[in-house]
């Protein structure tokens, strides 16, 4: 970027995420609901405290892993782990093959094992995140602890129970799954409506389970809007909330950072931090290692279908 401004061209950054090589920029314009909030150097920007009111996300500490405040995972829960994966080994077959057709003359090759032998556990309150590049088997693995996907070979147990063959519907009220993309899990017509899709209506139960969902997520004063209608922001809290209506001992979450702001992060947090501290176990797939080490108790990684020691 230098080279180019030294060579006379402009450059303009459109950025959620205040990156420290944007602290080379002569000039940052902060913008938040549709106007200019603040302008100036990076410098007085920063000392005006602009960014954290406009839901700017910040560069995180590096504190290493360790277990934030308040968290559950060490309170000695009797009983089997939340979550545990035993010898797990996945590979897609039929019309599922993820591109292992090809048109080249005699038979298609085997296809090739997406996840290896994993076998890991998972404790009530634990935090643990999964790292890897694309293509590494990630998501694969999420689908497997809430039935989506079931194992070629090795088991899945939640709460020392095995879910093989178990209807997805069912383990779902175990096992809340955050999707990657939150439209594939957005459909109702309200946020309401989508908070309270599966519960029992009419019930003060259900009620209460949707009101606390949308306040743990900051989304209780849009209740009556149409989730396309939100920002992509909201709309991955309020997939969010979809799923924590359900009370879920296990949340797995699906690169839950994406497209957040700083306000949506730090709803995330909030969330995570809670719901452990009361027990719940969490495991998150991300790319933001800064937000891993940040929160998580441990982690790990998947390359290759296989589980490693984390960098």
């Known amino acids: 970027m230098r080279k180019l401004v030294q060579d006379g061209t402009a450059v303009v950054v459109l950025s959620q995420r205040a990156d420290a090589f944007l602290n080379n920029a002569g000039t940052w314009l902060v913008l938040a609901g549709g106007t200019v909030a603040a302008a100036g150097s990076p410098a007085e920007i920063v000392a005006a405290g602009a960014l954290e009111l406009a839901g700017v996300v910040c560069p995180r500490p590096h504190t290493g892993l360790r277990p934030p405040a308040g968290a559950g995972h060490e309170s000695g829960v009797d009983g089997p782990p939340a979550l545990e994966l035993r010898d797990v080994s996945f590979t897609y077959r039929g019309t599922q093959g993820r591109g292992w057709f090809r048109a080249q003359p005699g038979p298609p090759a085997d296809p090739v094992p997406v996840l290896h032998g994993l076998s890991l556990a998972v404790s009530a309150g634990e935090i643990l995140a999964v790292a890897g590049p694309n293509g590494a088997g990630k998501s694969t693995l999420l689908r497997h602890l809430n039935g989506l996907l ?4 090795g088991s899945v147990l939640v709460r020392g129970r095995n879910i093989g063959g178990q209807p997805a519907g069912r383990v779902s009220a175990d096992v809340g799954l955050l999707f990657q993309q939150p439209r594939d899990q957005l459909f109702e017509r309200t946020v309401e409506r989508e908070v309270r899709f599966g519960l029992e209506r009419g019930q003060p139960a259900a009620d209460q389970a949707v009101q606390q969902a949308l306040a743990a997520v900051g989304l209780e004063h849009l209740a009556g809007r149409h989730p396309a209608e939100l920002p992509a922001s909201q709309q991955r809290l309020l997939a969010l909330a979809t799923v924590l209506a359900r009370r879920p001992s296990v949340l797995a979450l699906d690169e839950p950072t994406v497209s957040l702001d700083g306000h949506g992060l730090a709803a995330l947090d909030r ?12 495991v998150l797939v991300t790319h933001d ?5 940040s929160i998580a108790h441990r982690l790990v990684r998947l390359d290759a279908g296989r589980l490693l020691a984390a960098d």
Do not use: F, K, N
Not at 289 to 293: E, G, P, V, W
């Open 271 to 282: 969330v995570v931090r809670s719901t452990t501290a009361e027990g719940t176990a969490v």
């Open 150 to 153: 079931q194992p070629t070979a």
């Open 289 to 293: 290692l800064d937000y891993a080490r």
